[in-house]
């Protein structure tokens, strides 16, 4: 039977990814499932001060920097937080500041050419190892991102697809999620998402032996558990406040299907298991910024979970 | 970090409010649970109180700047547990945070009932007329066990309930308790010590039927109890040794820290210090001003003689009720220096928010890290199971309230002298933060990459970390608790206990308690990863970080 590895939100890490990418012959696992948000949240200028010179500001604190050695020592910085660095100079950052647009083609330009590092490394990784990898980009992916993972020889791009994992699994696969207060590229109303969901569902074999690997976490499910935002995206009460953010409409298909395991992401803070109904449901987690690949190594069996643990790697 | 090259994406909220975060810690270092209830039972020290406040305070900074170092860090973590476990490995971390978490919240419970009691319903029921009821809930065995049962019921309610609706009940218990505690402080700073006697004598005998000479016959009690603990002076020794009890009080400013959302900065740590600083410097001020306050009406050396007269009974060393049959709780002795029964009424309620405010988190530390140690698989997934219909840890949440109850039938019927072992449970927390203390200090160099791109990268002194600096200091205050606590080199002259604070190794109850709860947490860790491994999981493997190249 298949043993598989899930991890998600890793948001950019180039150490996420290639730990990712090792998974699978460091804990023996047959598949590796790569949750959706793989693109990082920031970039971060290197300012050219003259010379060989240049001004950092990283996590608010300021970096002066100076030589070939400096700059590659705090781009690795930059990079293993998941962010990207992009060389500049004052004219043009302050060119900037009134051109969102061009802000965009930068961040554009600096994700896609780190997905396309990321494939082409696991093209080179995965290179006759016969290792199954599969990818679903969330809701926080451009769009773009996906024709640079369709473009990989070894990553499968997964998004609506029903695919067989053995004789006896299939898995469904989005990372589209409900909608979030940041508008981000993928999200929409449940009723949509539950017309997606159930889209893919109906062209399953055998639902009860199915794989819901659905980035955002079902309602109330305990895996999404988020502080409340108050209408300026403030954490209300000091982040003593959680409340649930997940999908109702999945949690319905869950419960409705009851499919043999959910893998989700989405809610970073969310890592644990949980079962509704028969169906275990798990979000690893996210610990990207650390460079900690937080995953799950499950073992499917027929009609039930042989076994299943939370990674810390 | 510009703002310019920060897109919208999900989890990239704004910083969280100060102020909220202070109002968090401030409940945490809970000057009227905590604070009035060890004060009391201090009262045969030789070190000021008000020195002894400052000292502590001085100290636990560096507890402070540990902990808002390590959320800068690792966030998200999700506390002590998971910062153990990753820089030490699985073992240490599970029996260090399952006991310190988990099992030493058992015997927390009958402590929080008793402040229920004390704080809450004793003076309550007294300003509302029950005085046979008010005088009940004071006394020995049955009573501690029903308010220790309440507690449970109303932690358990505080878990269904959820922390959406608790937080905004503790925000607003903030400021209820502090319009409280303020009309306590005028009355006292108001007061006279002749209007006090004369106050306290004529409601304490309408109140709880007191005999005549009330104040006098106190004075006497507690003086033959022992009664010493000043509030100025006593030489920096002595000033140190009443440090290990006065922790009871002021430890957990880190309790309110904010644990959730995507540290952004170096602001973000510190709003986190700031936070908790401020609630433990304005705590510490208002400590102080309760002192003073308490000195000038009071008068400092009755207050301490009425404390020494509960506690000598309350613990058992006579079988005499003191001349004032209830704890000489002091927002009541203040309410006392008014006659008028509203005022008194409104004053206890409002300062019974303090217990409510703030009672309801018992618990929560303990479900985070069964949950977290169900997921590591080194308990069963059942603990961590939601109720499907009220999303409630059903499970989880009877492996805290059975255990609980069982100690607390210990604690409330001082069977085998267990009310003896109170301080133990602030040890057991004390241990686990020595070893996050230690976790702190070589994280930089453990962890070197990590603590590099972190934002407190560059917070330094002379060149050295400031995490491993205040990590070092912070370990070395606690390394000195432990050694009072556990050698109590204060013992009685014939070596015998309680000592000074009651859990040195000369007593068997505490010591016996202690290795319980360390056996027990082994026992669970080695018990299940041996499970795992005949079920085919490695849990050394899964915690091991996976080759980058």
């Given at each position: 039977?298949?043993k ?16 990712f ?129 369709r ?115 989405h ?7 949980t ?25 499917l ?13 | ?22 109002i968090?810690a401030f ?24 020195p002894?406040l ?57 402590i ?46 505080v ?113 986190n210090?700031?936070?908790m ?194 990590g ?37 109850n ?33 915690q091991?970080?996976?080759?980058v190249?």
């Amino acid at each position: 039977m298949t043993k598989l590895f899930f991890a998600t939100d890793i948001h950019g890490s180039d150490i996420c990814w290639s730990k990712f990418l090792n998974a699978g012959k460091f804990y023996g696992a047959d598949v590796l499932i790569l949750g959706g948000d793989m693109t990082g949240k920031a970039v971060v200028p290197l300012i050219h001060q003259g010379g060989n010179n240049y001004r950092v500001t990283l996590l608010e604190q300021v970096f002066e920097v100076s030589g070939d050695d400096e700059v590659q020592d705090i781009v690795k910085k930059i990079r293993s937080r998941g962010y990207y660095p992009y060389v500049t100079n004052p004219d043009e950052l302050l060119d900037l500041q009134n051109k969102p647009e061009l802000v965009h083609e930068i961040f554009l330009a600096q994700v896609l050419k780190v997905v396309e590092q990321w494939m082409d490394l696991a093209d080179k990784k995965l290179n006759g190892t016969g290792m199954k990898v599969y990818c679903c980009p969330g809701n926080d992916d451009m769009e773009e991102v996906d024709a640079v993972v369709r473009s990989s020889r070894h990553v499968i791009h997964a998004e609506g697809q029903v695919i067989p994992l053995d004789d006896h699994h299939e898995m469904i696969a989005s990372g589209w999620s409900n909608r979030t207060p940041w508008n981000t590229h993928r999200e929409e109303d449940e009723e949509q998402l539950a017309v997606r969901y159930e889209t893919m569902i109906s062209k399953l074999k055998d639902p009860h032996n199915a794989v819901f690997n659905v980035h955002v976490p079902p309602y109330k499910s305990g895996l999404d558990e988020a502080p409340e935002l108050d209408k300026d995206l403030r954490p209300v009460l000091a982040g003593q406040s959680l409340q649930p953010v997940g999908s109702t409409a999945l949690r319905e298909a869950i419960r409705k299907n009851q499919p043999l395991l959910g893998l989700h992401g989405h809610i970073h803070e969310g890592r644990g298991a949980t079962r509704i109904g028969k169906t275990l449901c798990i979000n690893p987690g996210s610990m990207y910024e650390q460079g900690t690949l937080l995953g799950t190594i499950v073992k499917l069996g027929r009609n039930t979970i042989e076994n299943y643990v939370l990674t810390t790697g | 970090m510009s703002n310019l090259f920060v897109r919208k994406a999900t989890g990239m909220v704004r910083s969280w409010s100060v102020f909220d975060a202070f109002i968090y810690a401030f409940f945490s270092i809970n000057l009227v649970t905590l604070g009035f209830y060890s004060f009391s039972q201090m009262y045969y020290f030789g070190g000021g109180l008000i020195p002894a406040l400052i000292v502590s305070a001085v100290f636990i900074i560096f507890e402070v700047i540990v902990y808002a170092s390590l959320i800068a860090v690792m966030p998200r973590a999700g506390g002590d547990y998971v910062w153990q476990t990753r820089i030490f490995g699985g073992s240490i971390g599970f029996i260090l945070s399952i006991t310190g978490w988990w099992f030493t919240l058992w015997l927390w419970t009958p402590i929080y009932g008793d402040m229920l009691r004390q704080i809450v319903l004793t003076p309550l029921l007294g300003v509302l007329g029950l005085k046979d009821l008010a005088v009940w809930f004071a006394g020995r065995g049955t009573a501690l066990f029903v308010c220790s049962l309440l507690t449970l019921g109303f932690v358990s309610l505080v878990i269904m309930m959820g922390m959406k609706s608790y937080a905004r009940i503790q925000k607003y218990s903030f400021y209820a308790g502090m319009l409280g505690l303020l009309i306590v402080l005028v009355l006292l700073f108001t007061g006279s010590p002749d209007a006090f006697r004369a106050g306290f004598e004529r409601n304490s005998a309408a109140i709880f039927g007191t005999q005549s000479g009330l104040y006098d016959a106190t004075a006497t009690a507690g003086t033959d109890a022992g009664a010493s603990t000043p509030l100025m002076g006593g030489s920096l020794a002595l000033i140190f040794l009443t440090l290990p009890w006065l922790v009871f009080f002021n430890l957990w400013p880190n309790w309110g820290a904010t644990l959730y959302g995507e540290v952004r900065g170096a602001t973000d740590y510190k709003r986190n210090f700031t936070g908790m600083a401020w609630a433990l410097v304005g705590v510490t001020i208002l400590g102080i001003l309760f002192f003073v306050g308490v000195a000038r009406t009071i008068g400092w050396n009755f207050y301490m003689q009425a404390n020494a007269a509960w506690w000598n009974y309350s613990w058992g060393y006579t079988d005499q009720v003191p001349p004032l049959p209830v704890w000489p709780n002091p927002a009541m002795l203040a309410v006392f220096l008014t006659d008028n029964r509203l005022i008194q009424i409104i004053v206890m309620l409002l300062m019974s928010f303090w217990w409510f405010g703030w009672a309801g988190t018992l618990f929560l530390s303990s479900t985070r890290v069964v949950f977290a140690a169900a997921f590591d698989r080194l308990l069963p997934e059942k603990v961590a199971e939601l109720d499907e219909r009220t999303g409630t840890p059903v499970n989880a949440m009877l492996l805290m309230v059975i255990p609980a109850v069982f100690v607390s039938l210990l604690y409330a019927y001082n069977i085998g002298g267990f009310i003896s072992v109170t301080l133990a449970a602030t040890q057991a927390i004390a241990i686990m933060y020595f070893g996050t203390a230690i976790a702190a200090i070589i994280l930089p160099y453990k962890k070197k990459d990590l603590y590099e791109a972190s934002p407190i990268a560059q917070m330094k002194v002379a060149g050295i970390p400031l995490i491993t600096v205040a990590g070092v200091i912070f370990a070395a205050f606690l390394a000195f608790l432990l050694v009072e606590w556990f050698f109590d080199p204060w013992l009685n002259t014939d070596g015998v206990p309680p000592g000074l604070y009651g859990i040195s190794l000369a007593n068997t109850n505490s010591v016996i308690f202690l290795l319980a709860t360390y056996g027990l947490a082994a026992a669970i860790y080695y018990g299940f990863k041996a499970r795992r491994r005949t079920e085919g999981i490695d849990l050394d493997k899964v915690q091991a970080e996976i080759p980058v190249e």
